[in-house]
């Protein structure tokens, strides 16, 4: 299947995808960010999801991944992620920043999600360096599409700040 990697400026919440990826913590609670907007916009049945998941199995590990529904939201599903806090970059970032990304795929092509939406993970309270993780974001994205996708037709990248725009519309437009 031809899969086509999108580029959006713009709000998260507003999309109307089948899956949007939420850049959550481990506590699976909420918080700021892209996290509060997603949380705030799309009401309580969304929290209320991700608490009867961490009664069920504990907090999320870094890299990990699951999903609720996306209650007032657009979207039909929320996956939630939990990025890396930046920490030098010594400490294993990279990968499980890799990891997000591709347990978020593989959740929405289970779900049989043909549209996926994306926010920057990591980059904003947890530091991440934009470029680096820019770069991993895409290519984690390809190498996911040319091998083990099965269902999802669109990933759109939802850069929120001009300077994850500008760094993603460099690399996307090579
Ligand atoms: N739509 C799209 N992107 C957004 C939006 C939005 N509405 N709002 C912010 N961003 P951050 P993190 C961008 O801090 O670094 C939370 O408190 C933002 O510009 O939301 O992974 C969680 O609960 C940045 O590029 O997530 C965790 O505790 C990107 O989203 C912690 O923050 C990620 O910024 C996670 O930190």
């Known amino acids: 299947m031809k899969t086509e990697i999108k580029l959006v400026k713009g709000d998260i919440t507003t999309m109307a995808v089948d899956a949007i990826v939420n850049a959550a913590n481990s506590s699976l609670l909420g918080g700021g960010g892209v996290d509060g907007a997603i949380h705030r916009k799309g009401g309580s049945r969304i929290l209320e999801e991700c608490k009867a998941i961490r009664n069920r199995q504990g907090k999320c590990k870094t890299g990990d991944a699951f999903y609720t529904s996306a209650g007032l939201l657009p979207a039909k599903y929320v996956i939630h992620t939990v990025g890396p806090v930046w920490n030098g970059g010594r400490n294993k970032e990279p990968e499980l920043l890799a990891s997000c990304y591709r347990k978020s795929l593989e959740i929405a092509d289970s779900l049989l999600a043909r549209s996926i939406a994306f926010p920057n993970i990591s980059t904003g309270v947890y530091h991440f360096p934009k470029a680096e ?42």
């Open 133 to 174: 993780a820019a770069q991993i974001a895409i290519a984690t994205v390809k190498e996911f599409i040319d091998n083990e996708n099965k269902n999802i037709e669109e990933v759109i990248f939802v850069c929120f700040d001009d300077e994850n725009y500008q760094l993603y519309k460099n690399i996307l437009d090579r």
